[in-house]
């Protein structure tokens, strides 16, 4: 019999699938040709992207079923990237800058991917290439850039569709307003971001943690 926890089995789920973005309807009814959008929006996201160099958010997660959580995103550029739920949701997610750990402390589990194999690689990795794999997505408003980003020749590594909102105070101009992340067996997770702040200083222990403790053979 399953007696697990229903919110530390939507954190986990939702750690598998590796995080997206709670995008509004609105935001995603294909209104705008995006062959109609500025011809140069993919290379400003691109840029604005690139111009973070740190930032701490608040994010809102939510399931499959319409579970939310809610937590403190970190992130450091090149790589690094902290997710901590509120609460008493015992599931970490980390990123140290090579790879991605999902931690489950109660149940003693661990799970690691390269980042560059996981639908976050496309935010994560220092190498990464969203002008080339980038595709401009129609949005129905005029300050959001939505860009579905896919390795045709590595489907593996899943898909991750960034949203970014024009704002004048955000790094390049354009806010990362959150992500939407489809892995290789379909599962889609969803974010939105809030309270963003940038540049502030972050120490490399930030990505550290607490290793899950071995299970005992009897």
Do not use: C
Not at 38 to 59: C, E, P, W, Y
Not at 127 to 147: C, E, F, Q, R
Request: proline share 6%; net charge positive; aromatic share 6%.
């Amino acid at each position: 019999m399953n007696t697990m926890n229903p919110i530390r089995k939507t954190a986990r789920a939702i750690g598998v699938g590796l995080l997206a973005l709670a995008v509004p309807a609105a935001l995603v009814a294909p209104t705008v040709p995006a062959a109609a959008a500025s011809g140069n929006k993919l290379d400003q996201a691109v840029t604005a992207l690139r111009a973070i160099n740190t930032m701490t958010a608040s994010f809102t997660q939510i399931g499959r079923g319409g579970q939310q959580l809610t937590g403190k995103m970190v992130l450091k550029r090149p790589g690094k990237i902290r997710f901590e739920y509120s609460g008493d949701v015992p599931v970490l997610i980390v990123s140290d800058g090579s790879r991605l750990t999902m931690l489950d402390y109660e149940v003693n589990q661990k799970q690691v991917w390269p980042i560059k194999n996981s639908p976050l690689g496309a935010l994560l990795q220092p190498d990464g290439d969203i002008n080339k794999y980038g595709t401009l997505m129609p949005t129905n408003h005029a300050d959001v850039t939505s860009i579905r980003v896919k390795d045709p020749k590595h489907p593996e590594y899943g898909v991750l569709t960034l949203i970014f909102e024009k704002n004048a105070s955000a790094p390049g101009g354009m806010e990362l307003a959150g992500w939407v992340s489809v892995d290789a067996q379909n599962k889609v997770t969803k974010i939105l971001l809030d309270n963003q702040r940038y540049g502030m200083s972050v120490s490399n222990g930030t990505f550290m943690f607490k290793d899950v403790k071995p299970r005992t053979r009897r």
